[in-house]
T-cell receptor
Framework: DAEITQSPRHKITETGRQVTLACHQT?????MFWYRQDLGHGLRLIHY???????NKGEVSDGYSVSRSNTEDLPLTLESAASSQTSVYFC??????????????FGPGTRLTVL | GEDVEQSLFLSVREGDSSVINCTYT??????LYWYKQEPGAGLQLLTY???NMDMKQDQRLTVLLNKKDKHLSLRIADTQTGDSAIYFC???????????WGLGTSLAVNP
């Protein structure tokens, strides 16, 4: 069955370190998204991609970067981790096109703690 | 800009019906979605409705859409303790591939 996976599921790091969160989907979806979820803020979009070599900034992109070298993967990098980036991170993917509902499918999340 | 609003909390007794409400502002919405998030898990798509429909039923779930008032609701019949979760409403405007999300409604089911 097609799925979307994230790794690691839990990560503790120190302020200033670079961290990369992995996202891999086997749906063959064009669209991939990274969100962070914080109490009181719901889901906030960090970065998104509509295809290979395409990346776009979301509403909370400062301090984060992504790259899309293939259809399946969209790794999220925190260049220099800050305590404000302690959060739960979700990756999602969707397909688009005529007649499609465009629903997003989510990974299980990565809980990141920055000390 | 586009906005999706939901009440933050709802508490019901086991066996009762739950109704979770959502309002949105974008009149060009094409699809509206309901997702469920259980503790420690990702979001799971429950159902979605196309904007030219006013109702969709799927087992215990009934979605009602009032386009004139830009109001969406999710009714869960015979609510069970396993329905305790956060429920998110989201909309897709036109051909936009991004979704606009509500903050989520935390449903507590009391035995």
């Amino acid at each position: 069955d097609a799925e979307i996976t994230q790794s690691p599921r839990h990560k503790i790091t120190e302020t200033g370190r670079q961290v990369t969160l992995a996202c891999h989907q086997t749906w063959n979806h064009n669209n991939m998204f990274w969100y962070r979820q914080d109490l009181g803020h719901g889901l906030r979009l960090i970065h998104y991609s509509y295809g290979v070599q395409d990346t776009n900034k979301g509403e909370v992109s400062d301090g984060y970067s992504v790259s899309r070298s293939n259809t399946e993967d969209l790794p999220l990098t925190l260049e220099s981790a800050a305590s404000s980036q302690t959060s739960v991170y979700f990756c999602a993917s969707s397909e688009s096109g005529s007649g499609r509902a465009g629903e997003q499918f989510f990974g299980p999340g990565t809980r990141l703690t920055v000390l | 800009g586009e906005d999706v609003e939901q009440s933050l909390f709802l508490s019901v007794r086991e066996g009762d019906s739950s109704v979770i409400n959502c309002t949105y502002t974008d009149s060009s919405s094409t699809y509206l979605y309901w997702y469920k998030q259980e503790p420690g898990a990702g979001l799971q798509l429950l159902t979605y409705i196309f904007s030219n429909m006013d109702m969709k039923q799927d087992q215990r779930l009934t979605v009602l859409l009032n386009k004139k008032d830009k109001h969406l609701s999710l009714r869960i019949a015979d609510t069970q303790t396993g329905d305790s979760a956060i429920y998110f409403c989201a909309e897709k405007a036109g051909n936009n591939r991004k979704l606009i999300w509500g903050l989520g409604t935390s449903l507590a089911v009391n035995p």
